[in-house]
């Protein structure tokens, strides 16, 4: 079991960068995989990216380039490094813990509260 906090969101102009922390409790950070997630208004929670156990990326295609996930298990922590972003990434942020790093929010069995990710233009 594990509990998540995100931090680092907040406002910022189309084309900045913004990092997001997912803090995790527990000794077991190490035997998860990390993914996070994102949601706006009135649309679906949105798969992001994911890190495997053994530190092996995903990200879906309309973030890939721009957004780099990493962990650093001595921290128990997960990030989320969005570069060049778009109004379109204004959502809600969550990160999520589980098994294997799938695409899927039912993969997931541990979810933080999620932080505010807002872009201007």
């Known amino acids: 079991q594990v509990q998540l906090v995100e931090s680092g969101g907040g406002l910022v102009q189309a084309g900045g960068s913004l990092r997001l922390s997912c803090a995790a409790s527990g000794r077991t950070f190490s035997s998860y995989a990390m993914g996070w997630f994102r949601q706006a208004p009135g649309k679906e929670r949105e798969f992001v990216a994911a890190?495997?156990?053994?530190?092996?990326?995903y990200y879906a295609p309309s973030v890939k380039g721009r957004f780099t996930i990493s962990r650093d298990n001595a921290k128990n922590t997960a990030y989320l490094q969005m570069n060049s972003l778009k109004p379109e990434d204004t959502a809600i942020y969550y990160c999520?813990?589980?098994?294997?790093?799938?695409?899927?929010?039912?993969?997931?069995?541990?979810w933080g509260q999620g932080t505010q990710v807002t872009v201007s233009s």
């Open positions: 890190i495997s156990r053994g530190g092996g990326p």
């Open positions: 999520a813990a589980g098994r294997v790093a799938l695409s899927t929010p039912d993969a997931y069995d541990y």
